[in-house]
């Protein structure tokens, strides 16, 4: 049972009658408190940011926000996977990052208080909060702890994007790849594996390759190389990996 199950509830009725919360609220309470940015949080604060929160559930495919779009706070991802990319004027796409549950994305537009740069796709069934600017804002001001919590989860972006960056700059596509594969891995399980491990890729191999700033030949030419080497074994959007310790030794 999560933590908020019990103690957000017994929390939620010493509040102040003129200020009553529904069953909805405690609800959103309980899915708020299942994110890191709100790790460590009370539950009756929590419920205070319930109150600015709405649910969107959307298909495999939905558009979320188009660059452009104003924006009226942030998301936090329920479940189900969300692309963040720039598109040209003639259909050409770049990702920018791909986001499973447990993510939340937006909060540096919305601090700027400027359109959204990229455009937001689904590429899975998703459901998702939306969090309001203005509730957030009356949070921080008065709440220094919570700031300083905000900043660091932005620190923690910008210090993964200069990785990106590093890596676009520095690594060749073989090395992206690889790093890639360990890092899905790592999310997939439990720690560092070793021996024999299996990959789902959670997306397309054109959406991977973009991500990776690859061309998707340039990306399947490199999975058939790592085959070649019995480094992998593909089969469809499955990586089989026979020994996953001497992949990760080929990174030299």
Same mark, same amino acid.
Request: hydrophobic letters at 40%.
């Given at each position: ?16 009658? %003129?200020?009553?919360?529904?069953? $909805?609220?405690?609800?959103?309470? /309980? #899915?708020?408190?299942?994110?890191? #940015?709100?790790?460590? #949080?009370?539950?009756?604060?929590? %419920?205070? &940011?319930? /109150? ?5 559930? *959307? ?15 942030? +998301? *936090? =991802? ?6 963040? %990319? &720039? ?40 459901? *998702?909060?939306? =969090?309001?600017?203005?509730? &957030? ?19 923690? /972006?910008? +210090? +993964?994007?200069?990785? @990106? ?16 594969? #360990?890092?899905?891995? $790592? ?6 594996? $070793? ?13 991977? %390759?973009? /991500? *990776? ?21 593909? $089969? ?6 026979? @020994? ?9």
């Amino acid at each position: 049972m999560n933590h908020c199950d019990s103690a957000c509830r017994e929390a939620l009725r010493g509040a102040p009658p %003129a200020d009553p919360l529904s069953p $909805e609220i405690e609800r959103l309470c /309980r #899915l708020l408190g299942q994110a890191a #940015l709100f790790n460590g #949080l009370a539950c009756t604060d929590i %419920a205070r &940011f319930a /109150r600015g929160v709405r649910e969107i559930r *959307l298909a495999k495919g939905d558009i979320l926000f188009h660059r452009g779009d104003p924006c009226t706070g942030f +998301h *936090l =991802i329920l479940n189900g996977q969300i692309k963040l %990319a &720039f598109t040209s004027a003639d259909g050409n796409e770049k990702v920018v990052d791909i986001l499973h549950a447990g993510r939340s994305f937006g909060e540096a537009v919305m601090f700027m208080e400027k359109p959204y740069v990229v455009m937001a796709q689904t590429l899975s069934d998703a459901s *998702l909060l939306h =969090i309001g600017k203005q509730v &957030f804002f009356e949070e921080m001001a008065v709440d220094p702890l919570f700031c300083r919590k905000i900043i660091a989860g932005l620190a923690q /972006r910008l +210090h +993964h994007l200069m990785a @990106d960056v590093e890596s676009y700059s520095l690594r060749s596509g073989r090395e992206r790849v690889i790093g890639y594969l #360990l890092r899905e891995e $790592e999310r997939e399980g439990e720690g560092i594996s $070793e021996g024999q491990v299996s990959i789902r890729l959670p997306t397309s191999k054109g959406t991977i %390759a973009s /991500r *990776l700033n690859l061309t998707q030949e340039h990306f399947s030419r490199i999975l058939h190389e790592l085959t070649n080497a019995r480094l992998i074994h593909v $089969e469809g959007r499955t990586i089989h990996i026979p @020994d996953i310790g001497k992949l990760r030794k080929s990174l030299g």
